[in-house]
Each structure stands twice: as structure tokens, then as C-alpha cells.
């Protein structure tokens, strides 16, 4: 069964969100330095009501306010369904009502950081500003939070159980995560410039962020994007080989071979050791393929894959690859497969059709 | 590809509350009317002795003695493991016959018992805390510890929506069945009692200071409780091969959102009649074919009255026979719909149903008085649990006789 995406709202470090109409792909890239990629923030009182955005933390407005965008620009007042993904939930909440609970030793607490610390707060203030009852899901599983999200939406469409569903994904980075997910050494040492990513042949990667939400239908619709035509996952392969034949096995199912994919999107994050798996799949299944990485835009996230998503419809939509990625499809744009892995635990497979 | 007609069954349980550490105890003392709610011991914590919870009477030590985890891992991952391996031994399948095997839980703070131990010394110091106790911090990683310790490796989830995520975690199990993705889920939810969630719970003021009396017109709040649940759902063609295991089918389901208020339920229960009206649709039963309902029945104020009054609406004027075993095990959060989908499951095969513990003067605003005696011999053909949560999220299932 085809997925039609008919829309799309994402926040990230990029000008992703609320372009203009007409405006371009990925018109320019927005370069920071350091080894933290911040999502630039829109001005929340167009999508959120103000009494709404007072209470909520960044993760939370970044949220909601991509789930508004990609609705509107759908022209959808409600969903038959909402399912979130999200690996880390809402950690600025998180951290607040953990320190204030060791610091004044448990007393004189308050409920709103630990109330809005659930880890699917994003998706029920979206179903409270939408005074939606129908079905809301949140999946929180590490490198694959979206693409269980994705999977539920997939199915709900498939058992006609709705008909747009309203899907995405949001972790963001706090000083705590980052402090913390530093020591793990997941980050890069000293500063560099998100261009530089792919350059500097270390350890580690960028730490990134990003909300992203899609509308997607069993219907097709004058607006879509793109269908997405198949999601397959799995967890921790044995080694080089069994992650070639997961790969092969899933474009296999698909009735379609390496060489009918124009661009392959991968994962490649900067980190000497996890991108050997992506330089050994250039050597053998995608030998031949126009390959383009998309984590200096973002950063490293577990959820970064809807950011992925949302390139691959976009680049679909707009029939050709943003001058920033320095690369140029050979043919035109029908089949694009996003390829994934966090941390090599958690990888995960999307095939994007132009419609 | 999708088969709605296709049945689900549940082959296996396994859980671990205040009131036992396995299906056995649990059953006994549900039997006994024995509540597992005391003082506070396991946590170091300011409201020892002034507020009550629900432990699992077993140590981390002892936990992973049974196990075969290493003790220093989150609590959540121990209850966990202790649950799913119970209910993956009870199934009795092997990982040799090449079937596609699921592990999909659901926690609600993650690996937080050990974050918050973390943390004390990280605020004095960003280079200080012992990073293994933040390693597993994620409600994905818990899950991951257990998926690998019973080797599941074809699919492996969370869920996270508050109160009802092991009711979602179950139900979507049953669909990955149902859409031909695996052929065998253990599904369920696993919560240990933390400082966070304590404090969090306080800070609502819906806490009881005394053992909770659900559904009771004096009702005070709920008691916090930890534990596991987990059912082990199979396809009809696994569930072909081993008839005399299985305890029932998931016979309906259903998800919808309250949109009223992110902690308060509304006053008519719109999200929790609307998840009891969708699961008796899928299942195309009528209300007067259920049996049973173990009640969500927190022991707060809004939360009984709300789905009291759903309850009433939907179900007037046959009232089946009802009862909320929170009474016994305290509120297990992310478990809870695990724990209670077993008591389901064990309702229906045992023909039992149990006791709403401690209800003195039934609530005046409700036409229907919640069960105060356990029961036997009652025939119990379909069961509906429901787990209602923070976010407004309510999910209901539906098991029944085979």
C-alpha cells in the first residue's frame, strides 16, 4: 500500500519551516560552529495560542507548532489519528523538576515541569489545541521512536482505521543531555562547522535537534509530496554482512533493484567508526548510486530520520537536489531510499516515490 | 498485509506486584483479599512513612539473582525481565521454529530510579556521577535489556502515553500480528517506584496518605505501585499448535484522547467512553456480553467519577460486574495495563473474579457498586480493562473465551 504525504512541518537548525510559497528548497545553508546545531524557532504566536505557549518548554512549542504548520498546510482542521515519536521526551521539564527535587531536598515542588515531563505531552497538547479524541500514540524506542510512529501510522491507514493521520517526531538537546551525552563521547571534541562534518575523520558527531511532522493519507490528494512505499527496520545486525543482506532483502520485497534508486539519503554523521558502515555499502549495494548525507544540516539525533523524511519528499516535490548538497541526480527524481543507523543498534530503511 | 478477522490469543502471562512476585502469589493473594501496600522502603526519600506505596517485595539483588541481570541495572528492567521471562516460559515457545517474535513494552519514566541517583552528584559537578547509571536512561534502553536477555531480535518497541501505555503496548502487538509482521509479541509494561514519579504524584496532591479506597464516595487519591505485566499474544498458527496453552483472545481494542485537560479527566469521560465504545466495536460485542471490567479505578476523585459516568453512560442499565485491583497492587503507571491484562486473562481461564478491596460507602453519584468479595465459579466469557492516563490518552481492550 502507498502512503501519500501530503504535508510537512519541520523544525530544525535549516530554514525548514514556514518558507514562503515559491521559496526554494534549502535556499542556504545556515552554518554554526561548535559541536551543537541549534533549531531556529519560529515565532510561536502564529501557531500556538499565547495562554498555550507561557506554559510550554521549547521541545514542547517546537512540537506543536511544527504538528500546526504541516496540518495547515494539509488544510486539515483535525486528524483521524496522532502518533509521536521521541526518543528522549521532554527533557528541559525533565531535568528542571530533577534538579529542584535534589536541590530544595523534595519539598516545595511544583507539578507543572514534572506534568509536562510525560514523555507524550507533545502529543496531547496537540490533541488539546485540536480538541481531537481520536487515536493518539507515542512511541519512545531510542534510534527507532520515529520509525515505530511511522509504522503505527502505516498501519491505522492500512486497516482503514483512518484516513490522515498526523505523524512525527521531536527531541531536542539540553544543556544537561548535552553535558551528559558528551561524556559518553558522542560529540566531536573542540568546535567545527556543521560543514565540515564529513571532514574532520574523528570520533564522534554533532549533537542535533529537530521537530518534524507529517500528514499522511491512504488517499491521494492534488497536494502530496511523495508516497512513502515501504518502512523496514532492524536491530543490531551482526556485522557488514547481515546489514547488506537486510538491505538487499528489503529492495527485494520492494521489486526493485539498487540501480532504480536515483538518490540514496544515508546517515553518515562524521563519526569515523559508524560511518565505515555507510563507506562499505558505497563499495558494494550502492556502488552506483548518487549518494547524499543530510546530518550536517541537523545533527546527530535519534530521531533525525523525520528530518531524512522530510528532505527526501521535499527534494522529490521540488524534481531536483538543493544546490547546498553539492551533488546532482543523473536522471529524474522517482526513487529515493533513506538509510539509517543510530549508534549501528538501530537501523532503519524508507523507500520515497514521486507520486 | 492486513487480516481483521484474524484472531489474536494470549498464550502466556507473567507478572510481578506488591502482591507477588509471580502469576501464582498474585492470584493467591487477590484470592486471600491481601493488599500489597506498606511503608516506603526501597527509596531514600523524605515521605518514608507519611506516604504509602505498593513495592514488589523482592530486592534489586534478589531481582536479578532471578533474572540473570547484573543488580545495577534500572529496577524497571529487573521487574521487567522478572514478568516477560515468566510469561515467555508459561508460552512455552522456542526460538528455534523460526517464527518472527516481537518484544513491544512500555515504561513511564525510563531508567529514571538510577538517573536520579545520577543526578545528585552531576548538579554539584557536570564531570561527576557514575555514567552507568544515566547508560540506560531512555524508556527504549529498559526495554532493549530485556528484548536481549530473552533474545528477541525481530522487532523490539516502546510505548510511552503515561497510565495507559502497556494497554497501547498490548494492542499494538496484536496488530503487528494481525498485519502478518510477527507471528508471536510479548507485550506489557514494566514501572519501578522512583523519587521523581513520588514526588511528581505529590506535588498533584492526588496521593493518599492511607491504603486507597477506589470507587468509594470517601475516596482520597491512589497509592503508587511498581511492578510488571506482560502477555505473550500468537497468531492463529502458532496458537494451532499449542490449544491447551492459551488463555484467551484479544478480542477488541481501542485508543482515543480525553482533549480535556493534560492530568484532570473530563467530568463525563468523553476519552474513556469513547476507548470502552471502540473496543466493543472492534470486538462486535454488545455491553451485555461483558462479564467483567477491572476498572482503571485510580482511587482519585476525578479519575472514578469519570469513568464511573462513562461507565454509566455507556452501559445503562445492565451493569457488569466490576472492581479495580488497584486496591491491591497501588497505581503501577506504565504497568499497570500489563498487570491488569493478565488479571484478565487469568479471570476468564480461572472463572474468578476479584474484589474491589477496602470499598465502605459506594459513590452516591454512580447507579453501580464495584464487587467487594472474590468469586468463583462465575462464567467470565469477555473482560474489559481499562488504563486511562496523563495527555488525556485512554485505551481499553477486550479479552474473551476462545
Not at chain 1, 289 to 299: E, F, S
Not at chain 2, 159 to 185: E, M, P, Q, Y
Not at chain 2, 252 to 265: E, K, P, R
Request: hydrophobic content about 40%; some cysteine; glycine content about 8%.
Amino acid at each position: 500500500m502507498k502512503t501519500f504525504i501530503r504535508a510537512t512541518g519541520n523544525i530544525s537548525p535549516q530554514k525548514t519551516f514556514g518558507s514562503e510559497p515559491g521559496a526554494s528548497l534549502l535556499q542556504e545553508l545556515v552554518i554554526q560552529k561548535g559541536n551543537r546545531l541549534r533549531c531556529a524557532e519560529p515565532d510561536y504566536l502564529k501557531y500556538i495560542d499565547a495562554k498555550f505557549i507561557r506554559r510550554m518548554s521549547r521541545i514542547i512549542k517546537m512540537g506543536t507548532a511544527a504538528a500546526m504548520e504541516c496540518l495547515h498546510e494539509a488544510g486539515i482542521k483535525s486528524p483521524d489519528a496522532i502518533v509521536m515519536g521521541t526518543a528522549y521526551g521532554c527533557l528541559e521539564d525533565t531535568g528542571l523538576f530533577l534538579k529542584k527535587m535534589v536541590e530544595q531536598n523534595e519539598e516545595m515542588l511544583t507539578p507543572t515541569a514534572f506534568i509536562q515531563s510525560t514523555h507524550n505531552t507533545i502529543g496531547a497538547q496537540i490533541a488539546l489545541l485540536l480538541q481531537c479524541h481520536n487515536y493518539n500514540n507515542t512511541f519512545v524506542h531510542r534510534g527507532l521512536s520515529f520509525e515505530s510512529a511511522l509504522l503505527d501510522a502505516i498501519m491505522l491507514l492500512e486497516e482503514n482505521a483512518a484516513t490522515t493521520v498526523l505523524t512525527g517526531a521531536a527531541d531536542e538537546i539540553t544543556d544537561y543531555s548535552y553535558a551528559i551525552l558528551s561524556r559518553f563521547g558522542l560529540y566531536k571534541k573542540g568546535s567545527i562547522a556543521n560543514t565540515d562534518l564529513y571532514n574532520t575523520f574523528s570520533r564522534g558527531t554533532l549533537a542535533g535537534e529537530g521537530a518534524a511532522f507529517f500528514l499522511l493519507s491512504n488517499q491521494a490528494s492534488a497536494k502530496d509530496y511523495a508516497t512513502l512505499d515501504a518502512l523496514y527496520t532492524f536491530y543490531k545486525p551482526a556485522g557488514a554482512k547481515e546489514i547488506e543482506e537486510q538491505i538487499a532483502g528489503f529492495l527485494k520485497d520492494q521489486h526493485i533493484t539498487a540501480a532504480d534508486i536515483d538518490i540514496v539519503i544515508t546517515g553518515r554523521n562524521g563519526d569515523t567508526k559508524g560511518d565505515t558502515v555507510y563507506s562499505e555499502l558505497e563499495k558494494t549495494v550502492f556502488e552506483k548510486n548518487t549518494v547524499i548525507n543530510y546530518k550536517h544540516l541537523c545533527g546527530e539525533y535519534p530521531t533525525s530520520t523525520a528530518f531524512a523524511l522530510w528532505l527526501a519528499a521535499s527534494v522529490i516535490k521540488e524534481g531536483s537536489l538543493p544546490a547546498v548538497l553539492e551533488k546532482s541526480a543523473t536522471s529524474k527524481i522517482k526513487h529515493l531510499l533513506i538509510y539509517n543507523h543510530y549508534q549501528n543498534i538501530h537501523h532503519s530503511l524508507m523507500l520515497v516515490t514521486a507520486c | 498485509m492486513y487480516t481483521k478477522s484474524a484472531a489474536v490469543y494470549v498464550a502466556g502471562v507473567g507478572v510481578v506486584s506488591a502482591i507477588g512476585n509471580d502469576t501464582a502469589s498474585c492470584l493467591l493473594a487477590l484470592e486471600n483479599e491481601t493488599a500489597g501496600i506498606g511503608h516506603i522502603t526501597s527509596l531514600d526519600t523524605i515521605h518514608k512513612n507519611i506516604i504509602p506505596v505498593a513495592e514488589v517485595k523482592l530486592d534489586n539483588r534478589q531481582l536479578a539473582a532471578a533474572t540473570g541481570l547484573t543488580p545495577s541495572v534500572s529496577r524497571t528492567a529487573l521487574l521487567g525481565m522478572m514478568a516477560a521471562k515468566e510469561a515467555w516460559n508459561d508460552a512455552g515457545i522456542s526460538h528455534q521454529n523460526n517464527l518472527r517474535t516481537g518484544f513491544v513494552s512500555a515504561n513511564s519514566v525510563g531508567g529514571m530510579d538510577k538517573t536520579e541517583a545520577f543526578f545528585t552528584a552531576f548538579l554539584k559537578d557536570k564531570n561527576s556521577g557514575r555514567l552507568k547509571d544515566v547508560a540506560n536512561h531512555e524508556c527504549g534502553a529498559v526495554t532493549e535489556l530485556v528484548a536481549d536477555a530473552l533474545g528477541i531480535k525481530n522487532f523490539v518497541t516502546t510505548i510511552s502515553t503515561a497510565c495507559s501505555s502497556s494497554a497501547n503496548s498490548i494492542f499494538f502487538g496484536a496488530r503487528l500480528i494481525k498485519h502478518n509482521i510477527l507471528d508471536v509479541v510479548v507485550a506489557g509494561g514494566a514501572d519501578a517506584l522512583t523519587k521523581f514519579t513520588l514526588n511528581g504524584f505529590n506535588t498533584l496532591q492526588i496521593l493518599d496518605k492511607e491504603f486507597c479506597q477506589p470507587f468509594d464516595e470517601n475516596r482520597r487519591g491512589l497509592n503508587l505501585g511498581e511492578g510488571a505485566g506482560y502477555v505473550v499474544l500468537v497468531s492463529e498458527r502458532v496458537a494451532a499448535n499449542i490449544k491447551e496453552k492459551l488463555y484467551c483472545r484479544l478480542s477488541g481494542y481501542s485508543n482515543a484522547n480525553d482533549a480535556h485537560h493534560q492530568t484532570a479527566s473530563s467530568p463525563d469521560g468523553a476519552g474513556s467512553y469513547a476507548a470502552m465504545k471502540g473496543a466493543l466495536a472492534l470486538s462486535g460485542l454488545q455491553t451485555t456480553d461483558i462479564s467483567y471490567i477491572n476498572l482503571h479505578g485510580t482511587g482519585t476523585f476525578n479519575n472514578d467519577i469519570s469513568e464511573g459516568t462513562a461507565i454509566q453512560r455507556l452501559f445503562e442499565p445492565h451493569y457488569p460486574k466490576m472492581s479495580s485491583t488497584k486496591a491491591f497492587t497501588g497505581h503501577t503507571l506504565g504497568a499497570s495495563g500489563g498487570i491488569e491484562a493478565v488479571f484478565s486473562s487469568l479471570a476468564i481461564k480461572h472463572n474468578i473474579i476479584y474484589p474491589n478491596l477496602r470499598l465502605q460507602t459506594p459513590m452516591q453519584a454512580l447507579p453501580f457498586i464495584p464487587e467487594r468479595v472474590f468469586q468463583k465459579n462465575v462464567n467470565v466469557n469477555h473482560v474489559l480493562s481499562n488504563s486511562f492516563g496523563f495527555g488525556g490518552n485512554c485505551s481499553s481492550l477486550i479479552f474473551s473465551k476462545y
